[in-house]
């Protein structure tokens, strides 16, 4: 193995997790941010969009000795609680049985455990304030804008991880070596905050909140504070998008009719929802990930950022890191072999995760509080209890697995297609019968008609 001057761009949750796999590794790893050190300081009001953490992250955090040290903080979600506009909560189980969950965990605490995982780490140094203005990637030249001037680098391997706007990607779009296609949703979000009631939670806290509301929908994961951080999803123009409540009478009145059981659980619902900001959704589609010479890539939301609705994206950017890791470890850290295999091998997932991410806004806002899903996802799960093994719901394939999502997006498409084969065969069985039935009605309550039994199968014997 050679070792490697490595400059990481972002310390978000994805550039310092790649840290602390490389610092394993043996390299020596310059880790820079342009925000100030998120540990100090109460970070950006509204943004935080906590995380689901599944099986994809665990496992990632599990091979470097964090998993536990994260967890501690976590709180699983066993399934979907429905909030109807009238009428009672429903809870919509994740697994056939109940007993498998995702993990709420606030994207702040998850972030400053990783960066404190990546100081401690030997080789790797951390630069706040940094904020990247130039990239050579031909030569790994990098310059910097701080608070105190202009700052100069290099590196042998550039690496950009920070995120879905990343400067890393404009670096490389303006010198003409990647494309890029940035495909945003009309719809944004915003953050609000339900608060601990007496000191207990005001929800049940071992769901995921679900606030379905056909174009629109509002989510809400707990906290280990007893509060729950709930996100609007909302279109940005229209009668129920953001741009239509101007004022807290507005905010009032459109909260009381179309999310009743909201206000009295949120007394800073009108203030959060004015002073919050609106972000933006959308998915990165990059042609190419890395520059041949194997100096510089990009990884996670920089390369792929996706929409949150299956709660994949850091997820699917910790899978990104172990790959590469094991790339690096197939290639005797040959850079050069490595990135473009890793490329190979998480591209094609990472496009088929965010295609069903958004397959699954739709899912969330329109169908989950419809009967018709409802029976659905019932049948699916009397299939895995028929047929275990054999039939694996796509939402666990995703999240209780880690499985490549690509397999999982096609191996659910094949399910269904047998299922709705099956289906169209029980009811053309079920016709035929039917009109055997009939038929034999209309001969025995016909004038001489003598039949005893209804027409079938002839029988041995």
Same mark, same amino acid.
């Given at each position: 193995?050679?070792?490697?001057?490595?400059?990481?761009?972002?310390?978000?949750?994805?550039?310092?997790?790649?840290?602390?796999?490389?610092?394993?590794?043996?390299?020596?790893?310059?880790?820079?941010?342009?925000?100030?050190?998120?540990? *100090?300081?109460?970070?950006?009001?509204?943004?935080?969009?906590?995380?689901?953490?599944?099986? &994809?992250?665990?496992?990632?955090?599990?091979?470097? $000795?964090?998993?536990?040290?994260?967890?501690?903080?976590?709180?699983?979600?066993?399934?979907?609680?429905?909030? %109807?506009?009238?009428? %009672?909560?429903?809870?919509?189980?994740?697994?056939?049985?109940?007993?498998?969950? !995702?993990? /709420?965990? /606030?994207?702040?605490?998850? #972030?400053?455990?990783?960066?404190?995982?990546?100081?401690?780490?030997?080789?790797?140094?951390?630069?706040?304030?940094?904020?990247?203005?130039?990239?050579?990637?031909?030569?790994?030249?990098? &310059?910097?804008?701080?608070?105190?001037?202009?700052?100069?680098? /290099?590196?042998?391997? *550039?690496?950009?991880?920070?995120?879905?706007?990343?400067?890393?990607?404009?670096?490389?779009?303006?010198?003409?070596? !990647?494309?890029?296609?940035?495909?945003?949703?009309?719809?944004?979000?915003?953050?609000?905050?339900?608060?601990?009631?007496?000191? =207990?939670?005001?929800?049940?806290?071992?769901?995921?909140?679900?606030?379905?509301? $056909?174009?629109?929908?509002?989510?809400?994961?707990?906290?280990?504070?007893?509060?729950?951080?709930?996100?609007?999803?909302?279109? #940005?123009?229209? =009668?129920?998008?953001?741009? /239509?409540?101007?004022?807290?009478?507005?905010?009032?009145?459109?909260?009381?009719?179309?999310?009743?059981?909201?206000?009295?659980?949120?007394?800073?619902? *009108?203030?959060?929802?004015? &002073?919050?900001?609106?972000?933006?959704?959308?998915?990165?589609?990059?042609?190419?990930?890395?520059?041949?010479?194997?100096?510089?890539?990009?990884?996670?939301?920089?390369?792929?950022?996706? *929409?949150?609705?299956?709660?994949?994206?850091?997820?699917?950017?910790?899978?990104?890191?172990?790959?590469?890791?094991?790339?690096?470890? =197939?290639?005797?850290?040959?850079?050069?072999?490595?990135?473009?295999?890793?490329?190979?091998?998480?591209?094609? #997932?990472?496009?088929?995760?965010?295609?069903?991410?958004?397959?699954?806004?739709?899912?969330?806002?329109?169908?989950?509080?419809?009967?018709?899903?409802?029976?659905?996802?019932?049948?699916?799960?009397?299939?895995? &209890?028929?047929?275990?093994?054999?039939?694996?719901?796509?939402?666990?394939?995703?999240?209780?697995?880690?499985?490549?999502?690509?397999?999982?997006?096609?191996?659910?498409?094949?399910?269904?297609?047998?299922?709705?084969?099956?289906?169209?065969?029980?009811?053309?069985?079920?016709?035929?019968?039917?009109?055997?039935?009939?038929?034999?009605?209309?001969?025995?309550?016909?004038?001489?008609?003598?039949?005893?039994?209804?027409?079938?199968?002839?029988?041995?014997?």
């Amino acid at each position: 193995m050679t070792t490697a001057e490595i400059t990481v761009v972002g310390a978000g949750l994805t550039g310092s997790l790649l840290a602390c796999y490389l610092a394993r590794r043996g390299h020596q790893v310059s880790l820079y941010e342009r925000r100030p050190d998120p540990r *100090v300081g109460d970070g950006e009001r509204g943004r935080s969009i906590n995380l689901a953490l599944s099986e &994809r992250g665990l496992d990632a955090l599990r091979r470097i $000795g964090l998993e536990h040290r994260v967890m501690a903080d976590a709180l699983p979600m066993r399934g979907r609680m429905i909030h %109807p506009v009238a009428g %009672p909560q429903d809870f919509q189980s994740y697994s056939r049985d109940g007993d498998k969950s !995702i993990n /709420s965990i /606030s994207r702040g605490a998850l #972030n400053n455990a990783l960066i404190d995982a990546a100081e401690a780490a030997d080789g790797v140094t951390l630069h706040f304030g940094h904020r990247l203005t130039g990239l050579d990637p031909a030569t790994g030249s990098l &310059r910097f804008e701080t608070p105190d001037g202009t700052v100069r680098a /290099s590196a042998s391997v *550039v690496l950009g991880a920070d995120g879905a706007g990343s400067a890393t990607r404009a670096q490389l779009v303006a010198a003409g070596v !990647i494309r890029e296609d940035v495909e945003f949703l009309d719809h944004g979000y915003k953050e609000l905050i339900i608060s601990a009631a007496d000191g =207990e939670f005001a929800l049940s806290p071992d769901a995921l909140h679900i606030w379905p509301r $056909g174009n629109s929908m509002m989510i809400a994961l707990p906290n280990p504070d007893r509060s729950f951080t709930c996100t609007l999803f909302w279109p #940005n123009e229209g =009668e129920s998008g953001f741009a /239509s409540l101007d004022g807290p009478a507005a905010v009032k009145q459109y909260f009381g009719v179309h999310y009743p059981d909201l206000p009295p659980l949120s007394p800073g619902l *009108v203030d959060d929802y004015l &002073r919050n900001p609106v972000g933006r959704l959308g998915t990165v589609h990059c042609d190419t990930w890395h520059v041949p010479g194997g100096r510089t890539a990009l990884i996670g939301d920089a390369a792929h950022a996706i *929409v949150p609705f299956y709660g994949q994206g850091a997820n699917c950017a910790f899978e990104d890191v172990v790959e590469l890791d094991r790339c690096l470890t =197939e290639t005797a850290d040959n850079w050069e072999t490595a990135l473009p295999l890793y490329e190979k091998r998480r591209k094609d #997932n990472a496009d088929a995760i965010g295609r069903m991410a958004l397959e699954n806004f739709t899912e969330m806002r329109d169908k989950v509080a419809s009967p018709i899903f409802k029976a659905t996802r019932k049948t699916e799960h009397a299939l895995q &209890r028929a047929l275990p093994g054999l039939w694996l719901s796509r939402y666990e394939l995703v999240s209780f697995s880690t499985a490549p999502y690509a397999k999982v997006e096609r191996r659910a498409k094949r399910q269904w297609r047998f299922l709705a084969g099956g289906l169209a065969v029980a009811g053309g069985m079920a016709a035929i019968s039917l009109r055997r039935i009939a038929s034999w009605n209309a001969a025995r309550l016909s004038p001489g008609g003598v039949r005893t039994r209804p027409p079938g199968p002839h029988r041995a014997g």
